[in-house]
């Protein structure tokens, strides 16, 4: 089981959207709805945004949006806020034993 | 509020073992998995195990078994990650972190600890 596959980086200027994919197989994110993305910023722990594919936990801004389309889930940042400057994880389960859960390869964003 | 605090940074030689503590407050340590995830500099996140701090029960990736033993102590609400026969390609942060929700289905984790830097250097 090799980790999920994500683009190495992303940019966009303040206000506009980016998304983020993040591409595994019929092992993991095709079979199941229990993908979730976390944001890191340098130094510190992450931070769930996004869980179960779509959903935002309490506090999590509106901005953030998450889909799954077969094998490739996606992040969506709108309206996009130096804030959101970092790296983003996608992480999935997979309901093999010898490997329960996989994360992605990381994104950094970079706002313009 | 749900805390979790971890030890703090360690360094070990080859070969040697290490053993992080992630101290829980704010919420009934019995009802939530608690994992470990580490994170090599540079790199992306990495998937070590989950505790059932209720049972003890746990699950370790295949390439880890053997190596990676997580305990609890349920008197402190204190749970522990060793790793055994380090190194250099163990050097990381490692974090653990509460699942989000106290229900079979939750494979999301929220929060997470501070992070407790292991370096492996002889």
């Known amino acids: 089981q090799s980790a999920l596959t994500q683009p190495a980086s992303v940019s966009g200027s303040p206000g506009q959207s980016i998304t983020i994919s993040c591409t595994g197989t019929?092992?993991?994110?095709?079979?199941?709805?229990?993908v979730s993305w976390y944001q890191q910023h340098p130094g510190k722990a992450p931070k769930v945004i996004i869980y179960?594919?779509?959903n935002r936990p309490s506090g999590i801004s509106n901005r953030f949006s998450g889909s799954k389309s077969g094998n490739t889930a996606s992040l969506t940042i709108s309206g996009l806020q130096t804030e959101d400057e970092g790296d983003y994880y996608c992480?999935?389960?997979?309901?093999?034993?010898?490997?329960?859960?996989?994360f992605g390869t990381g994104t950094k964003v970079t706002v313009l | 509020q749900v805390q979790l605090v971890q030890s703090g940074a360690e360094v070990k030689k080859p070969g040697a073992s290490v053993r992080v503590s992630c101290k829980t407050s704010g919420y009934p340590f019995i009802d939530y998995y608690l994992h470990w995830v580490r994170q090599a500099p540079g790199q992306g996140l990495e998937w070590l195990g989950w505790i059932n701090p209720n049972s003890g029960d746990t699950n370790c990736p295949e390439k880890f078994q053997g190596r990676v033993t997580m305990t609890r102590d349920t008197s402190i609400d204190t749970a522990y990650m060793e790793m055994s026969s380090l190194t250099s390609d163990d050097t990381a942060v490692y974090y653990c972190a509460r699942e989000g929700l106290a229900e079979p289905d939750c494979n999301w984790f929220d929060p997470w600890g501070q992070g407790t830097l292991v370096t492996v250097s002889s």
């Open positions: 179960d594919v779509t």
């Open positions: 019929t092992s993991d994110i095709g079979t199941y709805n229990y």
């Open positions: 992480h999935s389960y997979t309901g093999t034993n010898t490997l329960l859960y996989v």
